[in-house]
């Protein structure tokens, strides 16, 4: 996930990945004769993956768990994983595969395998009709003030290519989007998919996302070094999803809109 993890802690955590005893990782054979794949999640990080009052898990990431465990026929275990705990999960064979928004780049890459891309992360701007702007680089002036929450890596980036605009920190994602719905704030730069589905608390504002992004990123499901035949299942079964649109669908029905930049199933990839 790109968007709690500087590229420092990137590295810290392949070095901490690096200190977890390497396990022989589960094949799919494995997996099918136990009848279980045990599916990283992140446990605090709705609408990805949360508990409900009822207590079981729901999100965006728990239906597509499902799905795959049903392609390939097995029951599915969730394993709570905090974010840096993803990679040294799969070094360590405490998982199967990772999920949690798992962005693709080089250093994990060094340590796990990925399957094809899941979803897309979009930097870029969420803003109202009160504000006008075409492009990123029009909210970096003075007098506009962007919300975001304290610890994001964009908090960063912001003060490195934002100087101009001014910086109001909360907590969460429901007080960041609440600042622009009341009118403290006038746009957020952030992983804007992740902010869409608390937009709807707020029907009277005008709502609008910059057409052009900043970055797009691709987070896909982590495997085990090695894996080959479990990765290629699961290529197998996200073809099917992305084809009949279910994954979007499971999206949608997750974040209150569609995915900003979607998937385009590919079968040679």
Excluded at 33 to 54: C, K, L, Q, T, Y
Excluded at 163 to 184: F, H, K, S, W, Y
Excluded at 223 to 247: C, F, K, M
Aim: aromatic share 8%; charged share 20%; net charge negative.
């Amino acid at each position: 996930m790109l968007r709690r993890t500087s590229l420092a802690g990137i590295a810290a955590i392949a070095i901490t990945a690096m200190s977890f005893t390497s396990a022989h990782a589960k094949s799919l054979d494995d997996i099918l004769s136990d009848g279980v794949i045990r599916v990283g999640i992140n446990p605090n990080f709705p609408n990805m993956s949360a508990r409900n009052d009822a207590g079981e898990w729901e999100g965006f990431d728990i239906d597509v768990g499902n799905a795959l465990a049903s392609a390939i026929g097995v029951e599915v275990e969730w394993v709570p994983t905090e974010t840096a705990q993803r990679v040294p999960f799969l070094v360590s064979d405490r998982i199967d595969v990772s999920l949690g928004a798992l962005t693709r780049n080089t250093e994990r890459a060094k340590l796990i395998d990925y399957t094809v891309p899941l979803h897309t992360e979009v930097l870029a701007v969420l803003a109202t009709d009160k504000i006008e702007g075409d492009s990123w680089e029009d909210f970096n002036k003075d007098g506009v003030t962007l919300a975001n929450m304290r610890g994001n890596w964009t908090v960063d980036w912001i003060g490195e290519n934002m100087p101009n605009a001014e910086l109001e920190l909360v907590d969460t994602i429901a007080d960041t989007v609440r600042l622009v719905g009341q009118g403290r704030a006038d746009a957020i730069v952030e992983n804007i998919d992740f902010f869409m589905a608390f937009t709807e608390n707020y029907p009277d504002v005008n709502w609008r996302v910059v057409e052009n992004p900043i970055f797009v990123a691709y987070c896909a499901i982590g495997v085990s070094q090695g894996n080959d035949n479990l990765t290629e299942v699961l290529n197998v079964a996200l073809y099917n999803l992305h084809s009949s649109g279910a994954i979007n669908d499971m999206w949608e029905a997750n974040y209150g809109a569609p995915m900003l930049r979607t998937v385009d199933p590919d079968p040679y990839f």
